[in-house]
Each structure stands twice: as C-alpha cells, then as structure tokens.
C-alpha cells in the first residue's frame, strides 16, 4: 500500500512539474494519436480538443487525472492529426459525433463520466452536454463566447470562399523566441481551410444557444491574456449558463489554450479539486 501511495504521489508530480516542451519532444511517436487510460475509482473523463490541434495538447492533464484514479479518453477529431486539407470538408456535427461516440463507451464502463474541453472542444461539451442530462460535469477551458475581430474575420473569410482560396491563415510563432517553444503552437496545423473555419463559427454560435439549458456542474477558465477569444468570454458564458454549481477562474501568463503549455500546478490541481466537489 506504502509503495502505491508513492507511485501515485510521484506520477502526479511528474504531470505536474514536467516541463512540457521536454515532454513534448519526448513524446513524439503519439502526437497525433488518440489516447485512453483506464481508472480505477468508476469514474471516467472525457478530453476533447481544439480545432486543427490534436489530443496530445490534453496529454499532461490526462496522465494527472490517470494518477488520480480516473478513465480518461481523448480521441481525435475527424480531418485533425493528418494534414489541414482534410478539414475542408468536415462538418462540426461530425466531431460531435466523434465525442458522442466516445461519451456513450465510457458511460458502459463507467457509473460517472465528466468532460473537460478546450477552445473549440469546450464548444462541443456545451452541445453534448446540453443532449445527455447524465453528464456529471464540465470543465471549459478557453471557451469561445465570441472571437477577437469576429465581424471583420468572417466578411475576409466569405471573400476567400468566394475567390476560391481553400486555405489561409499561414500561422507564425509568437515574436519572442521562448514561444518558439511552446506546445501549442508545434502539434496545431500551419494553415487552415476557410472552410473549416465557417463551420468553426456555427458550432461556437450553437453553443452559445445551448448555455441556458445547461445544469451539470460547470468549471470555466481563461487566460486574461487570450488573444484569439474576446476577454469577456468567461463572463458571458459563467452569467448565461444555467447550472446551479458553477466557478470561474482566470489564468495567469498563459496562451489561448493554455492547457499543454502551462506550467502552473494550480491549474491542475484546481480542476482536481472541483471535481472532487462534485463527487460530494
């Protein structure tokens, strides 16, 4: 028992404390790779990802929940982890689907199943969750309420539709050479098909129509640095979403999905702590 306790003690801390661009380079065979671990208290997590992103940016946080006792599956979305031609023509039902699949597996094994999502995929658990009343409960992380720019993004964005331009939006790493290093910006596409982007605004607009029939306990995080979703995104979705239990928690110094990169053990442990909560 003594030396299951240590192993589980210095799991958790390695999640933690491991700096994740070493991971990261560590853990290159499986970027683009779905991934399960199962748990041993009946109780099951599911991770969903960000657009054009894979569901290695939840791997540190799936490895902490893993040691705390939990199931976790992240699997991948359809048209990310191959190449960003093959998001032209995907639909975002389609990644609902993708999850819906993986939530109704973990609920045959499982008596408990809560979901964690991040940009994007926090706009997915907001639709799941508003379909399956059974959810036990959300942690939204970088939940888009409304983009940066959105009106202008979207008149460009028709432009090149229209033009036929299939992708667009070359990335580039942030203008410090320490970001250079960052997770996030290494495992997501270089470029985009707009579009993939289209349907990225319909899903981010059906999950803001899904707020109020949400009643599952709800967890929601932002950086205050996030540049890509608007600053009041927290507050807006915190306000309009109709659970009875819900907690907000602003991050400090981080990225948009902040989730891969962040090396703060409070984010960690305060998604622990307020899943513990709901257990209760």
Partial sequence: MVNRIKKLINGTRNAIFTNPYELYKKDK?????????????????L???????????????????????????APLLPGHGTTPKNLENIKWSEWLVE??????????????????????????????????????????????YEFHWEGIIKKIMKLFILL??????????????????????????????MKSLVEVFSLVEESRNVLA???????????????????????????????????KKYIQKAYHTFISDIENEDVFSGILKFLTKIEK
């Fill in 99 to 144: 999850i819906e699949k993986t939530y109704f597996d973990l609920k045959k094994s499982y008596s408990e199943v809560y979901v964690i999502g991040t940009s994007i995929g926090s706009s997915l658990a907001l639709i799941l969750a508003q379909k399956n009343s059974d959810l036990k409960g959300l942690v939204l992380l970088a939940t888009p």
């Fill in 29 to 45: 065979k499986i970027l683009d790779q779905p991934f399960y671990f199962k748990g041993d208290n009946q109780k099951a997590i």
């Fill in 213 to 247: 029939d949400i009643k599952c306990p709800v967890l929601v995080m932002q950086s205050i640095q996030d540049y890509v979703i608007k600053t009041d995104s927290l507050e807006k979705i915190y306000n309009l979403i109709g659970s009875s239990q819900k907690e």
């Fill in 164 to 193: 036929g331009f299939p992708s667009y939006g070359r990335k580039c790493y942030l203008f410090t050479r320490k970001s250079i290093s960052k997770v996030t910006r290494r495992i997501a596409y270089q470029s985009y098909p």
């Fill in 47 to 73: 991770l969903i990802h960000g657009w054009t992103s894979v569901p290695y940016e939840l791997y540190r946080l799936g490895i902490y929940l893993k040691e705390n006792g939990y199931a976790v599956s």
